[in-house]
């Protein structure tokens, strides 16, 4: 499944929840990719070299962006329960259009795990699993052939009776620490059948309420929990309980991915802890078994110079985990705390401070636990265990951590930070710096026929005739050829925008393959239509696991484009800035371009129709983008908000014209720089300055 995954250990085994599935769960480690893995070696390395205040500001960015972080949602049942059709429904689809799940029928037909991107939160996946008894997947080897381990999230789905492998999954989902919903298909089939066969005393609300409490009773008695249950009917979903399940589980998510995040986070920062404590006691014990100026601590007392090597001990335990006062301070201003407050959290501050009615050799000696423990490495080791401690209070206090942010569904034309997470930070900084070391511009807008005549009248002396030459390639311009690469964050809408800039829609042979999971696995050239010398290149988003920052620029290969759009949707992102700061440095043009602006117009009206203005909107979102792009550049380029959708609203009329009016400009700006580029490296690049700019002008 490609990179290495957090994991949660199940809690002890109950037996009154023990499942059938028996050693199938004893050998399991409940695996979360709630945290990635770059994040994780980000906390490790944070926490070895003793900088907590790095770690905090790289959780709370984590917990900040929790909508973003990824969730894996099994949907798993008995075959033929209506596990693909409940997909289907939730991604408001139906069962025979393309973008469905896995084909749906009255035979057997889903006989592997599937993934479907959740469109209405893209960062959750909904897996479609094969059903539970079927002759392929029997209880047996069922947990291990669908990889149980690898789920953050269940959803149950029966019909007709609650069955035993109903139950058993329940059992095992709770045994396992998770956490689900059970969900009752086909209930309109079951209500035709018991008006069918007592018409008289049918009453719809009196069966629906009293299958409810059914369900929810047996679970409550198998898993001793009471999880939500929904009776739905994927053919109908505005009946019965199917609104009721989505508006449940689009506002729950956000609260569970927080949840597993903090469950996982111990399992990564505590091993680090105790990693470093056990280093540095084993520093102490050897430290102890040589001659010292002092190994006990005295009990007449300890003396000043004693007090003065106790507190340098304790600042340096302190200092090496990142608790010390200097560190400490900047965490409390960065968490909005008075120094008092985050003190009032943890112990190792107050070690050596006065306490009335008892002396501070008393009250160490009574810390360490026994008098007779009263060697100096015994209190050092008290030492490093209370601050070792501390690190662990911190990182699992919630208030501390959590970032207040805006809810899911709030108006996403709200400003943003662009303050990168010190994680994205440090992988796009080293990742463009690398690129940038070997960089070198590889436009086509002059032909390597061309830039080796010009080569060759300048060798030999004769700058009349290369002159001539690039006259005569500046004079059909049209016609040189010009790369324009469409790049920007993974799920932004590139191919789709692509598509619509072509004036191509998607029944058409040569369009951009969109869709709701990534479809774009590799730079792809789309010729202009209208314009033949021409190529819009479309590129992978920037950011997903198959293609992260690290190698991007290098493997998108950003030296050979002569001009860049980049592609944004919702709010503008550090992802943003650092393209924009990356084709800036190239020397390079581009236009920003924000698309799914129908969707953030819709969401602001929905969300506040009473004060709601289009164009205040929509002015807020262009302020937004364009302040940002100046923070990053201390320059505005041009910024258009598009609908790939309605390519006759919004910006995208004024963008096509911006694009075709300016299109020569930028051939001639791209000319230049490669004319200037051949004539530097031939030494004659002052005298022809001149010479070649007024002919431009001309």
């Known amino acids: 499944m490609g990179q290495t995954s957090s994991s949660t250990h199940p809690p002890k085994e109950d037996p009154d929840l023990t499942s059938s599935f028996g050693t199938n769960l004893q050998n399991l480690e409940m695996k979360t990719k709630i945290l990635s893995q770059e994040l994780i070696a980000f906390i490790e390395s944070s926490l070895e070299n003793g900088n907590l205040q790095e770690t905090l500001s790289a959780i709370s960015s984590a917990?900040?962006?929790?909508?973003?972080?990824?969730?894996?949602?099994?949907?798993?049942?008995?075959?033929?329960?209506?596990?693909?059709?409940?997909?289907?429904?939730?991604?408001?689809?139906?069962?025979?259009?393309?973008g469905a799940a896995a084909s749906t029928g009255v035979v057997y037909t889903t006989t592997e795990r599937t993934p479907y991107t959740y469109t209405k939160f893209p960062s959750v996946t909904l897996w479609d699993?094969?059903?539970?008894?079927?002759?392929?997947?029997?209880?047996?080897?069922?947990?291990?052939?669908?990889?149980?381990?690898?789920?953050?999230?269940?959803?149950?789905?029966?019909?007709?009776?609650?069955?035993h492998n109903d139950a058993e999954l329940a059992k095992a989902i709770v045994q396992m620490n998770r956490s689900f919903y059970f969900i009752r298909t086909h209930t309109d089939i079951d209500l035709m059948v018991v008006k069918l066969n007592d018409p008289r005393k049918f009453n719809k609300e009196n069966i629906l309420e009293q299958t409810r409490n059914t369900i929810s009773s047996i679970l409550r008695e198998i898993t001793?929990?009471?999880?939500?249950?929904?009776?739905?009917?994927?053919?109908?979903?505005?009946?019965?309980?199917?609104?009721?399940?989505?508006?449940?589980?689009?506002?729950?998510?956000?609260?569970?991915?927080?949840?597993?995040?903090?469950?996982?986070?111990?399992?990564?920062?505590?091993?680090?802890?105790?990693?470093?404590?056990?280093?540095?006691?084993?520093?102490v014990w050897k430290e102890s078994t040589m001659p010292s100026a002092w190994a006990t601590i005295p009990f007449w007392g300890l003396t000043l110079k004693d007090m003065e090597m106790l507190q340098q001990t304790l600042n340096d335990y302190r200092s090496s985990f990142g608790l010390d006062e200097a560190?400490?301070?900047?965490?409390?201003?960065?968490?909005?705390?008075?120094?008092?407050?985050?003190?009032?959290?943890?112990?190792?501050?107050?070690?050596?401070?006065?306490?009335?009615?008892?002396?501070?050799?008393?009250?160490?000696?009574?810390?360490?636990?026994?008098?007779?423990?009263?060697?100096?490495?015994?209190?050092?080791?008290?030492?490093?265990?209370?601050?070792?401690?501390?690190?662990?209070?911190?990182?699992?206090?919630?208030?501390?951590?959590?970032?207040?942010?805006?809810?899911?569904?709030a108006a996403t034309c709200q400003p943003s930070s662009s303050r990168p997470s010190p994680l994205m930070a440090q992988l796009l900084v080293f990742s463009?710096?690398?690129?940038?070391?070997?960089?070198?511009?590889?436009?086509?807008?002059?032909?390597?026929?061309?830039?080796?005549?010009?080569?060759s009248h300048l060798?030999?002396?004769?700058?009349?005739g290369a002159l001539s030459v690039i006259s005569h390639a500046l004079s059909n311009i049209d016609k040189a050829p010009l790369n324009?690469?469409?790049?920007?964050?993974?799920?932004?809408?590139?191919?789709?925008?692509?598509?619509?800039?072509?004036?191509?829609?998607?029944?058409?042979?040569?369009?951009?393959?969109?869709?709701?999971?990534?479809?774009?696995?590799?730079?792809?050239?789309?010729?202009?239509?209208?314009?033949?010398?021409?190529?819009?290149?479309?590129?992978?988003?920037?950011?997903?696991?198959?293609?992260?920052?690290?190698?991007?620029?290098?493997?998108?290969?950003?030296?050979?484009?002569d001009f860049f759009i980049i592609i944004s949707a919702t709010r503008f992102k550090e992802i943003d800035a650092q393209l924009a700061r990356a084709i800036a440095k190239m020397n390079t043009k581009f236009y920003f371009?924000?698309?799914?602006?129908?969707?953030?117009?819709?969401?602001?009206?929905?969300?506040?129709?009473?004060?709601?203005?289009?164009?205040?909107?929509?002015?807020?979102?262009?302020?937004?983008?364009?302040?940002?792009?100046?923070?990053?550049?201390?320059?505005?380029?041009?910024?258009?908000?598009?609908?790939?959708?309605?390519?006759?609203?919004?910006?995208?009329?004024?963008?096509?014209?911006?694009?075709?009016?300016?299109?020569?400009?930028?051939?001639?700006h791209l000319f230049m720089i490669c004319c200037f580029d051949t004539m530097h490296k031939c030494g004659t690049l002052g005298y022809l300055i001149r010479l070649i700019s007024s002919r431009a002008e001309v």
């Open 484 to 561: 324009i690469a469409v790049t920007g964050e993974t799920g932004t809408g590139k191919s789709s925008f692509i598509n619509a800039l072509r004036g191509v829609s998607s029944e058409e042979k040569d369009v951009a393959p969109t869709g709701v999971v990534e479809t774009t696995m590799k730079r792809t050239p789309y010729p202009h239509p209208k314009l033949p010398n021409m190529t819009i290149w479309d590129l992978p988003g920037i950011g997903s696991s198959t293609f992260p920052p690290q190698n991007y620029l290098t493997e998108m290969k950003f030296g050979e484009y």
């Open 327 to 409: 560190s400490l301070e900047n965490i409390a201003e960065d968490l909005n705390l008075t120094l008092e407050d985050l003190k009032a959290n943890i112990k190792s501050p107050h070690l050596l401070s006065d306490e009335p009615d008892i002396s501070l050799t008393d009250k160490l000696l009574k810390d360490i636990g026994n008098p007779y423990f009263s060697k100096a490495f015994h209190l050092q080791n008290y030492f490093i265990d209370t601050v070792a401690s501390d690190v662990k209070i911190i990182l699992s206090n919630e208030e501390l951590l959590t970032v207040k942010h805006p809810p899911m569904h």
């Open 224 to 283: 001793h929990q009471e999880p939500p249950v929904f009776l739905v009917s994927n053919f109908d979903v505005s009946d019965f309980d199917f609104p009721k399940l989505e508006s449940t589980l689009l506002r729950e998510l956000p609260a569970y991915k927080h949840q597993m995040f903090m469950l996982t986070l111990p399992t990564v920062t505590n091993s680090t802890i105790d990693r470093k404590r056990d280093m540095l006691k084993q520093k």
């Open 129 to 163: 699993l094969p059903g539970i008894g079927s002759p392929a997947f029997q209880p047996h080897d069922y947990l291990k052939k669908i990889k149980f381990e690898e789920y953050d999230f269940f959803i149950i789905v029966s019909s007709g009776r609650f069955k």
């Open 63 to 98: 917990l900040g962006d929790i909508e973003k972080a990824p969730l894996n949602i099994a949907v798993m049942g008995e075959t033929g329960a209506g596990k693909s059709s409940l997909i289907n429904a939730l991604q408001g689809v139906g069962d025979d259009v393309g």
């Open 459 to 464: 060798e030999d002396k004769n700058l009349q």
């Open 593 to 668: 371009v924000r698309t799914k602006i129908d969707q953030d117009v819709s969401n602001e009206q929905r969300s506040k129709p009473k004060s709601f203005n289009r164009d205040s909107v929509l002015k807020k979102i262009r302020d937004d983008c364009s302040e940002h792009l100046q923070k990053a550049l201390s320059s505005q380029p041009p910024v258009f908000l598009v609908s790939n959708f309605d390519v006759s609203d919004f910006d995208f009329p004024k963008l096509e014209t911006t694009l075709l009016r300016e299109l020569p400009a930028h051939k001639r």
């Open 432 to 455: 463009f710096e690398n690129f940038f070391k070997n960089f070198k511009k590889e436009s086509k807008i002059l032909s390597e026929d061309t830039i080796t005549l010009i080569e």
